[in-house]
T-cell receptor, first 115, second 115 residues
Framework: NAGVMQNPRHLVRRRGQEARLRCSPM?????VYWYRQLPEEGLKFMVY????????ESGMPKERFSAEFPKEGPSILRIQQVVRGDSAAYFC?????????????FGSGTRLTVV | AQKITQTQPGMFVQEKEAVTLDCTYD???????LFWYKQPSSGEMIFLIY??????QNATEGRYSLNFQKARKSANLVISASQLGDSAMYFC????????????FGTGTRLQVFP
């Protein structure tokens, strides 16, 4: 029973390149959340998706960032034209139902470094 | 707006002793959930314990207990019989119930357990 799978674990990009982060939720989970953790800080909510729908993207920067959760396949967080300030750990969490008490399972995160 | 405050950037505790990590929260909602997560140096987010706003009993999970004082809006984590492996960052988080259920995190407390 695999947990939430995120890949890659580490990603290095040059300024101006695109970064694509993948998250496969736990089997049976249809809710996906993305969080960003800057160095020495707590996690900050970015976006909440259900299959084929963005439910809440209030934490997403207005430009260069996008997310999707297609009917088939993993959820993707895409960052276009990366800048040094995008360097952070990006975590994905999934849940089977948004109202369950213990519903969140986090992935191990993707550490993005922009050089 | 909801807010989580962790006022202890770092804490030290001797092995086998108990330690309390502070967390206060601010919300106008009646229904909410409070979580504690552990983040070891390897970076993953590990769920420790959950307390619902309507739960009358303090939550306990093994050596972890949550000292929930609703009137004071505090949800302190108590770790009993500390072990060297407890050295990590600890994050308190709150979930808004009935909305998007996203988590709001505090800035964390770094706990170091010494022999």
């Amino acid at each position: 029973n695999a947990g939430v799978m995120q890949n890659p674990r580490h990603l290095v990009r040059r300024r101006g390149q695109e970064a694509r982060l993948r998250c496969s939720p736990m089997k049976g989970h249809s809710h996906v959340y993305w969080y960003r953790q800057l160095p020495e800080e707590g996690l900050k909510f970015m976006v909440y998706l259900q299959k084929e729908n963005i439910i809440d993207e209030s934490g997403m920067p207005k430009e260069r960032f996008s997310a999707e959760f297609p009917k088939e396949g993993p959820s993707i967080l895409r960052i276009q034209q990366v800048v040094r300030g995008d360097s952070a750990a990006y975590f994905c969490a999934s849940s089977p139902d948004s109202h369950l008490n213990y519903g969140y399972t986090f992935g191990s995160g993707t550490r993005l470094t922009v050089v | 707006a909801q807010k989580i405050t962790q006022t202890q950037p770092g804490m030290f505790v001797q092995e086998k002793e108990a330690v309390t990590l502070d967390c206060t929260y601010d919300t106008s909602d009646q229904s909410y959930g409070l979580f504690w997560y552990k983040q070891p140096s390897s970076g993953e987010m590990i769920f420790l314990i959950y307390q619902g706003s309507y739960d009358e009993q303090n939550a306990t999970e093994g050596r972890y207990s949550l000292n929930f004082q609703k009137a004071r809006k505090s949800a302190n984590l108590v770790i009993s019989a500390s072990q060297l492996g407890d050295s990590a960052m600890y994050f308190c988080a709150m979930r808004e119930e009935g909305k998007t259920d996203k988590l709001i995190f505090g800035t964390g407390t770094r706990l170091q357990v010494f022999p």
